[in-house]
């Protein structure tokens, strides 16, 4: 009987992680266009990376640390609310956990309204994260690219 109990736990605690990370996924999005900047910034972890690569231009940047990644938001203000009305979208997350660490690989697409016409798709790619989970349950990206 203990050990059902025992394996039960451990597969409840890893439907917590990965539900806890797919609201560390969803919130970034939601922040990165929507605000509060704060939101955006507790994301990550105090010296977690955020690392931007753009494919096709070779442009983007890199940014360590809350002061520097908030820093690197509100540059954006141009492609952020009330500015543009764009939403970041994240799909098909795959995620492999390792105790209190997890890596995560998705899809993402941005979309931006246009005055003249439909929607479009403006960006697209994959994130790689590298994640960690903090005291009280939550995740937080130690390192986020963006491909």
């Not at 394996?7 to 939601?30: C, K, N, P, V």
């Not at 098909?92 to 998705?106: C, E, F, Q």
């Not at 931006?112 to 798709?121: F, L, M, S, V, W």
């Amino acid at each position: 009987m203990a050990d059902d109990v025992h394996a039960l736990s451990a597969r409840l605690q890893i439907l917590e992680d990965e539900r806890a990370i797919l609201e560390t996924l969803h919130r970034y999005g939601h922040a990165m266009d929507y605000g509060p900047d704060t939101d955006f910034v507790s994301c990550f972890v105090v010296n977690g990376s955020w690392d931007v690569r753009m494919r096709r231009s070779g442009a983007g940047f890199a940014c360590r640390g809350h002061d520097e990644i908030a820093a690197s938001l509100a540059a954006q203000m141009s492609v952020r609310v009330p500015a543009l009305y764009a939403k970041h979208i994240v799909v098909d997350p795959r995620i492999t956990l390792d105790g209190n660490h997890a890596d995560v690989v998705s899809y993402f697409l941005r979309v931006e309204p246009r005055h003249d016409g439909p929607t479009r798709i403006v960006a697209s790619g994959r994130y790689l994260d590298k994640m960690v989970r903090a005291n009280d349950g939550s995740w937080h990206f130690e390192e986020r690219i963006a491909e």
